[in-house]
């Protein structure tokens, strides 16, 4: 049991450094999803890290540890977006002055309108198809990680996808 005057550490925390190379990645894209920009997303997974760090013990002895920390991510996110308080931001391009761009951009550009796409969903609809687009997870795997209804995920889904076929973000075969 961690005493709050204890300060985390890894040699305290087997397991933990394997699980973030082999998660991080994929907690990212999910945050990316379920975030406005990139900062966000990055500052996002930083904060929840540090939460599976201090809760480590708890975490590793789950039945899926990546389950616990995705609904984690989801928390933290739906939490990130309640708070209110101005957040930093990143400094206009016309301050820094122009940057040379690759002409291989096509698949970020892509990426990008997804995105801006999901952050125009309510935060129910962006966390179910993120979790089943990004993540991979099925309806049933969703409702556990989101602690709702298998039929409130399929509608949740279907709503989120209709708001983006509607907004013109999504093409009518998808």
Known sequence: MRRPWQEPSLEKAPGF?????????????????????????EDLVQDVLAKVLLKWDLVSRADDPAAYVNRMLVNAATS??????????PTDSAVLGDRPVDDTSGALAERDA????????????????VLR??????????????GMAHATVRSNAARGLAALRKAGLLGAHV
């Not at 990130?80 to 931001?89: A, L, N, T, Y």
């Not at 796409?117 to 179910?128: F, G, Y």
């Open 114 to 129: 997804l995105l801006q796409a999901l952050a125009t969903l309510r935060p129910k609809h962006r966390a179910v198809l």
């Open 17 to 41: 450094e394997e699980f973030v190379r082999a998660r991080s990645p994929r907690m990212l894209s999910v945050a990316r999803g379920l975030t406005r920009s990139n900062a966000d997303a």
């Open 80 to 89: 990130f977006w309640r708070r209110g308080f101005q957040r930093e931001s």
């Open 133 to 146: 687009y990004y993540e991979g997870l099925n309806d049933h795997e969703i409702a556990e990680t989101l």
